[in-house]
């Protein structure tokens, strides 16, 4: 499990006066279990692409576990992204054409051969997120289905922190608390960081604590608010 530290982050794009993301600093320990809310707009896709290298941070430094990953160069960024954060997207990033277990271990075939324990890792978390046929086409699954293949595998190369933005902003009531429930049930099994955006009130209310983005500024920090 991996431990967060950002300090003087600032994002800014062309054409907007106002840096769109400013975190002067903010320490999540390994293990730890964060929601990120706010408004559209608030910066929290900005964030989550930040602290996980898919965008590039020239002011500031993010570090995960004494790695400072804003001074890796965007090749050993995605490397490390690869062997460290499990990703869970709004809208699945999962490949029609290939089964769920191909989309499972696609990310290790992309670089080498599956191990026999992966492969055996990989059927067993299918198994555990309720896909009965690692086998079917992926475009034929359910969304809830879907999110749950994307669970599976954010979780197969055992990483020490899970990430997921809007994990259930696109599923019915349902699928989502099920796609939450499996989040919080396998991190903590595996006792894995967990980062979720979320505008699911009750499910930040179970990731225990919550920062609230407003303008890309943390304007509130529960854990500040009960240590007080
Ligand atoms: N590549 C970019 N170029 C210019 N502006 C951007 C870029 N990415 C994000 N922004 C702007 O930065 C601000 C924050 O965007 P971000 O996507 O982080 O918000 P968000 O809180 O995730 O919103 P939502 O809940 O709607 O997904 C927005 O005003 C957005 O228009």
Redesign the pocket.
């Known amino acids: 499990m991996l431990a967060l530290d950002v300090s003087g982050l600032r994002m800014q794009?062309?054409?907007?006066a106002a840096p769109?993301l400013s975190v002067d600093r903010f320490h999540l320990p390994a293990g730890g279990r964060l929601a990120i809310t706010?408004?559209?707009?608030?910066?929290?896709?900005?964030?989550v692409n930040a602290i996980t290298g898919l965008e590039d941070v020239r002011d500031g430094s993010v570090s995960w576990s004494g790695t400072e990953i804003t001074r890796l160069s965007a090749g050993r960024r995605d490397a490390f992204r690869a062997r460290n954060i499990g990703l869970v997207m709004q809208d699945f990033h999962l490949f029609p054409g290939l089964s769920a277990f191909e989309n499972v271990v696609l990310p290790i075939r992309l670089t080498r051969r599956l191990a026999v324990n992966e492969r055996e890792r990989a059927l067993y978390l299918l198994a555990v997120t309720g896909i009965a046929r690692p086998q079917q086409k992926i475009e034929t699954l359910s969304r809830g289905e879907m999110q749950r293949v994307a669970v599976a595998r954010a979780l197969l190369s055992r990483p020490g922190v899970i990430v997921a933005d809007?994990p259930t902003a696109s599923l019915d009531r349902q699928a989502g608390n099920e796609v939450a429930e499996l989040l919080l049930q396998l991190s903590a099994e595996e006792g894995t960081t967990l980062i979720v955006?979320t505008h699911d009130a009750a499910l930040a209310e179970r990731l225990g604590r919550r920062i609230n983005?407003v303008s890309?500024r943390i304007e509130e920090d529960s854990q500040e608010v009960a240590a007080q």
Do not use: D, M, R, Y
């Open positions: 794009f062309p054409g907007l769109v706010g408004a559209s707009g608030s910066g929290k896709s900005t964030f809007e955006v983005l890309g």
